[in-house]
């Protein structure tokens, strides 16, 4: 059984930064492509960013690309997301995922609770 359980979220001001964690059981990270999605109030889930399993190639969304790095470290079994200079529209529940695919969700297989990130002055 799959377990993803997401942190690090909060409350910040825009500009500001914050970095989400991704915690995997067993060696998850290690062998599957992960991903960050997000999903506003009201809005449908939409794509942040992915990492392939072997962590030579990822992948952003043109609304977060030059903001938001994603990483993974296999001997702790995480995927990071730091996200800088955020702005009010980044405001959304952040879910970590695990598959096969690189932006679309349908190809993830595995999804975390979510954490939530809110961007306000």
């Known amino acids: 059984q799959v377990h993803l359980v997401e942190s690090g979220g909060g409350l910040v001001q825009p500009g500001g930064s914050l970095r989400l964690s991704c915690a995997a059981s067993g060696r998850v990270v290690s062998s599957y492509s992960m991903g960050w999605f997000r999903q506003a109030p009201g809005k449908e889930r939409e794509f942040v960013a992915a990492i392939s399993w072997s962590g030579i190639s990822t992948y952003y969304s043109d609304s977060v690309k030059g903001r938001f790095t994603i990483s993974k470290d296999n001997t702790q079994n995480t995927v990071f997301l730091q996200m800088n200079s955020l702005k009010l529209e980044d405001t959304a529940l952040y879910l970590c995922?695990?598959?096969?695919?690189?932006?679309?969700?349908?190809?993830?297989?595995?999804w975390g609770q979510g954490t939530q990130v809110t961007i306000s002055s």
């Open positions: 995922a695990a598959g096969y695919g690189y932006s679309d969700a349908v190809d993830y297989h595995y």
